[in-house]
C-alpha cells in the first residue's frame, strides 16, 4: 500500500471542471513531480490533496484510509501539509512566529521546539533572521521559511507548489538540497516544478498533467530519455 493513493479524482470550480480522473500514488520516503504547462490543474491537484478544495468524485486515501473532502485541519494532523505558491507568509510576523504558527496541531506542539532546530539546521538562514519579520526576507528566504513552517507540522508527506519559481540558481539549489535532506528524514514530498529538468533530477518518479488528466507517468529517469517529453517539456 502506498502512503497517499488518489485515484479518479475530479475537481471542478463551480460549473467548470479541472481535474477529470487523475490517478497518482506517493510510497513513503518517495519524492514525486508533477509537472504540466500553466492551467493544466497541479495547483487544484495539491489543493485537493491537502483538502483545501473539496472534490467531486474519486478517492484520496493516506495509509489506505480514505480524507477525501475533509478539511484542511485534519489534513495537517494526519499529516498532509501543503506549501503554497507564492509561499504565503504572514508578512508582517517573525520569522520564528511563522514557523511556530505551523506547529499548531496536537501531535506538533509538544515537540515544536525539537522540529525547530531541525528546520534551523535545514535552512540555517532562518535562525539567523528569526526575529526578522517574514515579509521582508528575500524570496529564497521566504521559500525556505514557508517550507520550514510546513515541516513544524511534522508532515507525512510534504506538497510544495512552484518550488523554484522566481528564485536565483543558486538559492533553488539550496532549496532542492533541503527537499533530498527532508526525505532522507522520512519525510515523502510532491513537488510541483515548472522547470521539468530541475523535477526530473530532483524527483524518483514524475507525473506530467495535460488538461486535467494525467499524460505521462513514470521513472524521472526514463521520462526524460522519453521523445515526447523532451520535445514538449525539456525543449529538446
Ligand atoms: N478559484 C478558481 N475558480 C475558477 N477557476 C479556477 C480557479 N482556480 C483555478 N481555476 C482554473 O482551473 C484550471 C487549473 O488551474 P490550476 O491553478 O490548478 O493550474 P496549474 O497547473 O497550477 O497552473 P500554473 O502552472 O499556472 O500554476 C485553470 O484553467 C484555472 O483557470
Ligand atoms: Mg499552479
Redesign the pocket.
Known sequence: MSLLEVSGLQVS??D?D?LFGIDLAVDEGEIVAVV??????????LQTIAALLPCTAGKVKLDGQSIENSDTHRAVDQGIVYVP?GRRLFPRLSVLTNLELGAFCAHARPERDATLQRVYELFPVLKERAGQLAGTLSGGEQQMCAIGRGLMSRPRLLLI??VSLGLAPVVISKVYEAIAEIRRMGTSVVL?E?NVHLAFKAADRAYV?KQ?LVALQGESAALMNDPDVKKAYLGL
Request: aromatic residues 4%; negative net charge; hydrophobic residues 25%.
Open positions: 470550480y463551480g467548470t479541472v504540466g504547462s500553466n492551467g493544466a490543474g497541479k495547483t487544484t491537484l505558491e507548489d512552484e510541483v515548472q498533467i486535467g
